[in-house]
């Protein structure tokens, strides 16, 4: 059964400094999914990644995937207020790609 | 374009209740498909549906119902509603049959006593 790990589950950081959410799944996938949720809201998607060795960068965000290690990261350069809020990441489910599986999510709160 | 759009935003039902949550898309989008959140479980896909006419169902389809008889509309059915049911829905939409990026609605917090 595909399972979708995150780490950490919990992140406070000060502003200016850079991190990295990690995203681990545990069966095969080309393909894997970042989104935003701020309290309260509904989600947003952040970046799309199609293929191994896919990189994607928005601004202070930057994504990439290695299908081999199951092991997608989203990098945090320079964090400022604003990217304080809740980061999944998702995966379809090996034997039908209609079928997502998401980790339990990144809260980060980034503190002047 | 309004994107996808949900009614109610929050509903209260006592245990046995039957009740639909609306969802609607106006992006003509094949692909839509509901969510539940719960506290620190991420999202979990209950049905979706890959064009009018045509559902299927996610990893914790127990309790729901869904029909897809138009591509705007894909409506979710508590058919008996339990306590366990309690959390917040999102449904979203893809412009293809094979996911894309997702638009998520705006979410109905759903509380059962």
């Known amino acids: 059964e595909l399972k979708v790990e995150q780490n950490p589950l919990f992140l406070s950081m000060q502003e200016g400094k850079n991190y990295t959410i990690y995203c681990n799944y545990s069966t095969t996938s080309d393909r894997l999914y970042w989104y935003r949720q701020d309290p309260g809201k509904s989600l947003e998607s952040l970046f799309v990644l199609l293929s191994n060795g896919a990189v994607k960068q928005e601004g202070r965000l930057m994504a990439s995937l290695d299908t081999k290690a199951r092991l997608s990261t989203l990098h945090i350069t320079a964090a400022v207020h604003d990217l304080s809020a809740t980061y999944f990441c998702?995966?379809?489910?090996?034997?039908?790609?209609?079928?997502?599986?998401f980790g339990a999510g990144t809260r980060l709160t980034v503190k002047p | 374009n309004a994107g996808v759009t949900q009614t109610p935003k929050f509903q209260v039902l006592k245990t046995g209740q039957s009740m639909t949550l609306q969802c609607a898309q106006d992006?003509?989008?094949?692909?839509m498909s509901w969510y539940r959140q719960d506290p620190g479980m991420g999202l979990r896909l209950i049905h979706y549906s890959v064009g009018a006419g045509i559902t299927d169902q996610g990893e914790v389809p127990n309790g729901y119902n869904v029909s897809r008889s138009t591509t705007e509309d894909f409506p979710l059915r508590l058919l008996s509603a339990a306590p366990s049911q309690t959390s917040v829905y999102f449904c979203a939409s893809s412009y293809s049959r094979e996911i894309y990026e997702q638009y998520f609605g705006p979410g109905t917090r759903l509380t059962v006593t």
């Open positions: 992006m003509n989008h094949e692909y």
């Open positions: 998702a995966v379809p489910a090996p034997y039908n790609n209609n079928d997502m599986r």
